[in-house]
């Protein structure tokens, strides 16, 4: 896609992104007073345009993603009215800054250096994924615990944990692990907003789950981190292991995932 067919894009994903936001806040937490019924949730644009200090037009033709440049000032004025938590107004200045994302290659290039970890780390579960969730590669005891993540021929973390049945049996917490990895991958996807291969994975996963149909709307968005999980072991049944996320040096779209605390296969 050409440079100014990007920018477009990006505008238009500005503007969903502070309108899921103002739908999220309440008159109450803007500190304004409630007048009558509301037709939409949250707050209206002159109300969001007032708390952060521009003018009502402008603000709407930002949620409109018209080709305004809003500056660094008045961006934390609009983070400060939304609410934003600190990932949230990262991804604000990210969307409507110039700064292009990582160019994301078809197939994904992974270094030799990084592909060979997940086998160093064993018998600690470990695999890599790429800008939009891809699993690059993995070891044994990563395939043996999240079941079925190595049937398909370009193994997705997204597809596996939306369409594939094993993964509801494996997270027993799957819900919310589904919501927060679909959180991550709105995030990358909104930095990506032309990119085909972020397209077509969001396409199929809406035509499989109906729930990706209902929580993308909402707009997540989240980074990855460090945490436990509860898993159900084929083995050991269930049991709660603790991750941790890198991002690959020269590619930071790239994720080193490592579980830890993995009891001792019983004879």
Not at 23 to 30: D, F, Q, T
Not at 150 to 179: H, I, K
Request: glycine share 6%.
């Amino acid at each position: 896609m050409t440079t100014a067919t990007t920018r477009v894009l990006r505008r238009r994903e500005l503007g969903t992104f502070l309108r899921s936001r103002r739908e999220r806040v309440s008159p109450a937490e803007a500190g304004l007073p409630t007048t009558g019924r509301r037709r939409t949730p949250g707050l209206r644009r002159e109300e969001i345009a007032l708390l952060a200090g521009i003018s009502a037009t402008w603000y709407t033709y930002l949620e409109q993603g018209r080709d305004v440049r809003p500056s660094g000032q008045v961006l934390e004025a609009l983070a400060t009215a939304l609410r934003l938590s600190e990932h949230e107004r990262d991804h604000l200045f990210h969307l409507a800054g110039d700064t292009p994302a990582e160019q994301v290659d078809e197939p994904e290039p992974l270094a030799p250096g990084v592909a060979g970890v997940p086998a160093l780390v064993e018998p600690n579960p470990a695999y890599v994924t790429g800008a939009r969730y891809d699993v690059l590669c993995h070891n044994a005891a990563a395939a043996d615990l999240l079941t079925g993540i190595d049937t398909s021929p370009e193994p997705n973390l997204a597809r596996w944990m939306f369409t594939e049945p094993a993964a509801r049996r494996v997270l027993v917490d799957w819900e919310q692990e589904a919501q927060n990895l679909l959180a991550r991958l709105r995030a990358a996807a909104g930095r990506h907003p032309d990119h085909p291969r972020f397209a077509r994975l969001v396409d199929e996963l809406h035509a499989e789950s109906p729930e990706v149909r209902a929580w993308w709307p909402r707009y997540d968005i989240q980074i990855s981190r460090a945490g436990t999980k509860r898993l159900r072991h084929p083995r050991l049944g269930v049991i709660t292991l603790a991750h941790s996320a890198f991002h690959v040096a020269e590619r930071p779209e790239q994720t080193l995932v490592i579980y830890s605390g993995l009891p001792a296969t019983r004879p």
